[in-house]
């Protein structure tokens, strides 16, 4: 599940554990835009996220980190060719 809205960071989190609570395998919410950035949120109950964040940073110039079950950052990048990269991962 990926969703991009416009939250604060601790609303931001919240959504990932709402996600994960309604079942989702692995949650990601960006809030931000294309112009100033995007900060996000990764987080699973069942996956390590942490190589989900770094080649997330590596492909969009990010920087962020965080445990296996979820990790937050900031990347700069179009929202289209973000939600393109992580449906391919």
Same mark, same amino acid.
């Given at each position: 599940?990926?969703?991009?809205?416009?939250?604060?960071?601790?609303?931001? =989190?919240? /959504?990932?554990?709402?996600?994960?609570? #309604?079942?989702?395998?692995? @949650?990601?919410?960006?809030? &931000?835009?294309?112009?100033?950035?995007?900060?996000?949120?990764?987080?699973? =109950?069942? /996956?390590?996220?942490?190589?989900?964040? #770094?080649?997330?940073?590596? @492909?969009?110039?990010?920087? &962020?980190?965080?445990?296996?079950?979820?990790?937050?950052g900031?990347?700069?990048?179009?929202?289209?060719?973000?939600?393109?990269?992580?449906?391919?991962?």
């Amino acid at each position: 599940v990926c969703l991009f809205e416009e939250t604060d960071p601790v609303m931001t =989190r919240e /959504l990932v554990n709402l996600l994960l609570k #309604k079942g989702a395998k692995m @949650a990601a919410v960006f809030s &931000g835009n294309e112009r100033e950035g995007y900060r996000y949120v990764l987080g699973s =109950r069942s /996956l390590d996220v942490r190589k989900n964040g #770094k080649l997330l940073n590596e @492909a969009f110039h990010g920087r &962020g980190g965080g445990k296996p079950e979820m990790v937050q950052g900031t990347v700069q990048g179009k929202r289209e060719e973000i939600e393109a990269f992580l449906n391919c991962r």
